[in-house]
């Protein structure tokens, strides 16, 4: 065990109701103005947008709204909602939506209480905010943890990065697995994807062996890989949509990393190919996983049986990893970089800018060259 401190900021209230008894209860002494933060429009069509509102209204409150935060939120959209939060001097963030939408409103919610340029502190200056505005999350597509934690993913499209920005983690959160039924199937595996990529990078980062967070990762890997096939059988299984939120908060809210270090390669590599390409961030994992850990196989054999045995049942290390990949396809999740939407073509040289700009992890099982991660990415195609 590593030294450590924790605490924990975030309350969760889960499943029925569970909007309406956070509203009450945490918005009822909060000042009068409440931003509702969403994105490009799901939460309209559902809803929820609408019974979210018509709660603040009956409590008094002024909303003002914040729209059109999209997928891979931009650094831009966070300095345009901090304006906005600004002049109409906002109390309180609720945040409506998934990752996107709940990292974006964490920057928004410090920018908006410093007149210092958030990327130039905490990338310059190696500082990190110390006041925001209040704010919760209710989440309505699941799998990134972001509701529990206070980092937030954001592309800065001047710099072509995208990467972890710290700020606070969000005061509550909902999760009502019925505000997830309507996210498009392909989604809802991209996102349950990204959970156990989760417990698979903090896992595969050099710990103990006998570190108890390793133990809580292959238990939140099984959960995740034994609901996920339940969603592949019956897409609106509630309560395995249920398991999964749980699954999803427990991989990001800290729990699995403390006392231990992690990997996170993957991650790197896929929030700098997302940089560069805007492509959905569980399909760009799926993409990379695999390919990664035939990479560093050799390097974390005892890792690579233990995970074979626990998670997939299977007794060697390459019979793991082939049941890994065996499992992605399972899913439909895409295996080749061709086959991600991006907005621009995955070229050599594209992939050559990616490898040379990706943060590189120093404590997993084996530390990769610039020139390791392009091969990877070669591979990948
Ligand atoms: O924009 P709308 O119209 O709402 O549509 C969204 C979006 O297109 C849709 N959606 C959300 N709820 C819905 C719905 N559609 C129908 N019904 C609903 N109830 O889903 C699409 C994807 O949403 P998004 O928020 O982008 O997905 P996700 O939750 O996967 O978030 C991805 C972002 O989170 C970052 C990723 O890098 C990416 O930027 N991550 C954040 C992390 C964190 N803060 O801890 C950790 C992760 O590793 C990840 O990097
Ligand atoms: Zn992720």
């Known amino acids: 065990m590593n030294d450590f401190m924790y605490s924990y900021p975030t309350k969760v209230y889960f499943g029925k109701n569970s909007a309406s008894n956070a509203i009450k209860s945490e918005l009822a002494s909060a000042g009068k103005t409440i931003m509702l933060a969403y994105g490009g429009g799901s939460v309209k069509k559902n809803g929820i947008y609408d019974e979210i ?24 959209k966070v300095q345009e909602g901090a304006m906005l939060a600004k002049k109409e001097q906002v109390d309180y963030i609720l945040a409506l939506g998934g990752g996107s939408v709940i990292d974006c409103c964490k920057i928004v919610a410090a920018q908006a209480k410093t007149e210092q340029d958030l ?55 909902v999760l009502d697995p019925v505000y997830t039924l309507s996210v498009p199937r392909m989604q809802v595996i991209s996102g349950a994807f990204d ?43 509630l309560q395995a949509r249920g398991n999964l939120m749980w699954d999803s908060a427990m991989a990001e809210n800290g729990i699995l990393k403390v006392g231990r270090l ?16 805007d492509c959905n961030h569980g399909q760009g994992l799926a993409v990379i996983h ?6 560093i196989l050799a390097a974390a054999k005892e890792k690579f049986t233990r995970f074979a045995k626990e998670v997939f049942g299977t007794d060697t290390a390459e019979d793991g990893l082939n049941a890994f990949t065996a499992f992605i396809q399972e899913c439909g999740l895409p295996t080749k970089l061709s086959e991600l939407k991006s907005t621009v073509e995955m070229t050599p040289d594209l992939l050559r800018q990616v490898a040379d700009t990706c943060n ?14 392009y091969e990877i990415l070669c591979e990948c195609i």
């Open 53 to 76: 509102a018509e709660m603040l209204c009956k409590m008094g409150k002024k909303v003002i709204d914040f729209s059109g935060i999209m997928p891979n939120p931009t650094y831009a």
């Open 119 to 173: 990327w130039e502190m905490e990338f310059a200056d190696r500082n990190i905010p110390s006041n925001a505005i209040a704010m919760g999350a209710i989440v309505t597509a699941s799998g990134t943890g972001a509701e529990m934690n206070g980092g937030a993913v954001i592309t800065n499209e001047e710099k072509k990065t995208k990467t972890g920005m710290l700020a606070f983690a969000p005061r509550f959160a």
């Open 195 to 237: 959970t156990l990529s989760h417990a698979m990078e903090t896992y595969f980062g050099n710990s103990d062996p006998d570190n108890v967070s390793d133990d809580l990762a292959l238990a939140v890997m099984r959960n995740t890989v034994v609901n996920m096939r339940r969603l592949l059988a019956d897409i609106n299984d």
């Open 262 to 277: 992690t990997d996170f390669q993957v991650h790197q590599i896929e929030h700098q190919l997302g940089a560069y390409t």
């Open 290 to 295: 695999p390919v990664y850990y035939r990479h």
């Open 360 to 373: 590189i992890i120093q404590c997993n099982p084996r530390v990769l060259s610039r020139d390791e991660i």
